[in-house]
């Protein structure tokens, strides 16, 4: 069975410029749900979907957005990107995201912002 | 209240060694609390985790001590190796929020043979 899978790989966009990032979970597991990771804040929660709803959400701007398709795979959208938006974004996904469930991470996108 | 803090930052052990990790929280609302293990280039991924009803748990060489009127948790690593030289993140949730981990600020540890 496939992992999750994050494309693409490494980013690089100035400031200013939007990106979109594209996350598919393992086959059947329909929750996504999306971190970012930076050496001084640590891994904080973005958001999370499931069924193409929105189901939690981070403290993050709104600048910072997601969608969910029909097939589970999932979209995060950075607007006027910041240099302070530079990070490893990383997707995890699991079957229902009920209580306890084993999260699985993809490698992450690495997204720098000059 | 959302925190969870975790020490220590760095660690370094020899090989065989039981390199201890702690974390302690302020939210009574968690109620799920795992550790994660990162190795550079990759996503974290699931080592073991706990319930607060539970006071330890053991899956391989590691063993997670729960302390719930402390709260606080720590993870031990016994007979450790080389490969495991890694950083561990511990985490946690509350109820109905499951996806939406909170993580320590993370601790790298170094296994010397």
């Known amino acids: 069975k496939a992992g999750v899978t994050q494309t693409p790989r490494y980013l690089i966009k100035t400031r200013g410029q939007q990106v979109t990032l594209s996350c598919s979970p393992i086959?059947?597991?329909?929750?996504v749900s999306w971190y970012q990771q930076t050496p001084g804040q640590g891994l904080q929660f973005l958001f999370e979907?499931?069924?193409?709803?929105?189901?939690n959400k981070g403290n993050f701007p709104g600048r910072f957005s997601g969608r969910q398709f029909s097939n589970s795979r999932s979209e995060m959208n950075v607007s006027t990107l910041e240099l302070g938006d530079s990070a490893l974004y990383l997707c995890?996904?699991?079957?229902?995201?009920?209580?306890?469930?084993?999260?699985?991470f993809g490698s992450g996108t690495q997204l720098s912002v000059l | 209240q959302q925190q969870v803090k975790q020490s220590p930052q760095s660690l370094i052990v020899q090989k065989g060694g039981i390199p201890i990790i702690n974390c302690a929280y302020e939210?009574?609302?968690?109620?799920?609390f795992p550790w994660y293990q990162q190795f550079p280039g990759k996503g974290p991924a699931l080592l073991i985790a706990?319930?607060?009803?539970?006071s330890e748990k053991k899956e391989g060489r590691f063993t997670i001590s729960f302390n719930k009127s402390a709260k606080q948790f720590s993870l031990h690593i016994m007979d450790s190796q080389p490969g495991d030289s890694a950083t561990y993140f511990c985490?946690?949730?509350?109820?109905?929020?499951?996806?939406?981990?909170?993580f320590g600020q993370g601790t790298r540890l170094t296994i010397n043979p």
């Open positions: 995890a996904s699991s079957l229902l995201g009920s209580g306890g469930e084993k999260l699985f």
């Open positions: 706990i319930r607060p009803d539970v």
């Open positions: 979907y499931f069924s193409e709803t929105q189901r």
């Open positions: 939210n009574t609302a968690f109620d799920y």
């Open positions: 086959s059947g597991h329909r929750s």
């Open positions: 985490a946690a949730s509350m109820k109905g929020g499951a996806q939406k981990l909170v």
